[in-house]
């Protein structure tokens, strides 16, 4: 079947660190990838995605880029800030069906 | 663009009662809309896929009498909680995605609290 794996949070940072969540998957074809964010009692918003290999998906300073040859789409920002404290939701779609990593938890202190 | 809106945005029930939520495209439409359930600090859980104007697709393990989804139009569909019970207590998120594409735009949640 099809599965995502995130790293292991939370992840604490201090204002203006760099970010990297990990994120791979695994998927019985070409599946477009997403990641999703989710800011406290809210539901998720779409953050960036990817539909095709080396693809690179980017929105208010995120990026990320769908690398077919290692199956990860891992999340990059050069300087975070505490307004980015959420959890974070890597995914793929195949098939019409959503498959979410767990979310990794990500607080910014100033 | 692409907003989906869910009411109520919070509900508190006696056990033994149905509550109605509501999932709502605000500016496209949607062929499709999905219900999550989400337990705190843990990821989304897909309960069930609505078509526009045929039965919904329920989960392994998801009580399609317990959880009733009714997709009447192309902006509308609603999950029924019938006899609640204090373990239906969850955040549910619906999700809708528009015709011709496959990312899906999701809604603010509704946390249901069941006493």
């Known amino acids: 079947g099809n599965s995502v794996t995130q790293m292991e949070g939370p992840v604490t940072l201090s204002e203006e660190a760099f970010l990297t969540i990990n994120c791979t998957y695994t998927?019985?074809?070409?599946?477009?990838l997403f990641w999703y964010v989710q800011y406290p009692g809210e539901g998720l918003q779409l953050l960036l995605k990817?539909?095709?290999?080396?693809d690179k998906g980017s929105n208010k300073g995120f990026e990320a880029t769908y690398r077919k040859e290692t199956t990860s789409f891992h999340l990059e920002k050069g300087s975070v800030q505490v307004s980015d404290s959420a959890v974070y939701f890597c995914a793929l779609i195949l098939g019409g069906k959503l498959t979410f990593g767990q979310g990794t938890i990500l607080t910014v202190h100033p | 663009g692409a907003v989906v809106s869910q009411h109520p945005s919070r509900v508190i029930c006696k056990s033994g009662t149905s509550v109605k939520i509501e999932c709502r495209s605000l500016?496209?439409?949607?062929?499709?809309m999905f219900w999550y359930r989400q337990f705190p600090k843990q990821s989304l859980m897909l309960m069930a896929t609505?078509?526009?104007?045929?039965?919904?697709?329920?989960e392994q393990g998801v009580e399609k009498d317990k959880f009733l989804i009714n997709h009447a139009s192309l902006t509308l569909s609603t999950l029924t909680v019938t006899s609640a019970h204090p373990e239906d207590s969850s955040f549910y998120i619906c999700?809708?995605?528009?015709?011709?594409?496959?990312?899906?735009?999701f809604g603010p949640g509704t946390r249901l609290t069941v006493l």
């Open positions: 999700s809708a995605v528009g015709v011709g594409t496959d990312t899906q735009y």
């Open positions: 998927a019985t074809g070409y599946p477009s």
């Open positions: 609505s078509n526009e104007g045929s039965k919904a697709t329920y």
């Open positions: 990817a539909t095709k290999a080396d």
């Open positions: 500016d496209f439409q949607a062929t499709t």
